[in-house]
Structures are given as C-alpha cells and as structure tokens.
Nanobody, 115 residues
C-alpha cells in the first residue's frame, strides 16, 4: 500500500507563487513516476507535471515556463514550484505516484488564485 500526503496549497494573488510538496510512504519501488494533476470545477483532471525516478520530466503546455517539478528520491518526495500564477490555475491539485501500472493519489490540495 502507498500513501501520499500533500501540503502547500492555499490562496495567492495573481502573479504570486506557491510550492506544493507530496511525501510518499509505504511500498515504494525504485522505478516510479511522481507527478501532479489538477482538476478545476466542471473540468476533467489534467496532468500538470510528472517526473520519473530515472530522470524524464514532462510539463503541461499550459503551465510550461511557470512551473518546476523536482523530487528527492531519498525522501520519496516530489515538489511543484509554481510561479506567475493566474486565476485560471485555480484547482484542486493532486499528487500522483505511478509504479508497475498502478496509480496512487493523494487527497488533493486546493490552490486558489485571486485576480
């Protein structure tokens, strides 16, 4: 079993920054992908960024240039630094860990960007 605990969401003004953290615990394999998804009201959940334990990283075009994903493999923790936030970035942000074709999700953390 895998548990994901997120932190770092909140309310920020447009143009501001937030840093999300997600710590994974439990049965973690060395080969995995950790990332962040988001879901705004009335919309489908979408990928924000993901990074594999072997180094490959992907970013959503909508946030590319404004975000940086990083991870600490020793701590099984992934971070998402978000800058120049826009009101349209408002959503619940979910941490994801994928290993051996299984997906695990955190409980979600609300990010609200005011205009």
């Amino acid at each position: 079993q895998v548990q994901l605990v997120e932190s770092g969401g909140g309310l920020v003004q447009a143009g501001g920054s937030l840093r999300l953290s997600c710590a994974a615990s439990g049965n973690i394999f060395s080969i995995n992908t950790m990332g962040w998804y988001r879901q705004a009201p009335g919309k489908q959940r979408e990928l924000v960024a993901a990074t594999a334990s072997i180094g490959r990283t992907v970013y959503a075009d909508s946030m590319k240039g404004r975000i940086t994903i990083s991870r600490d493999n020793a701590k099984n923790t992934v971070y998402l630094q978000m800058n120049s936030l826009k009101p349209e970035d408002t959503a619940v942000y979910y941490c994801n860990l994928r290993q051996r074709e299984y997906d695990y999700w955190g409980q979600g953390t609300q990010v609200t960007v005011s205009s």
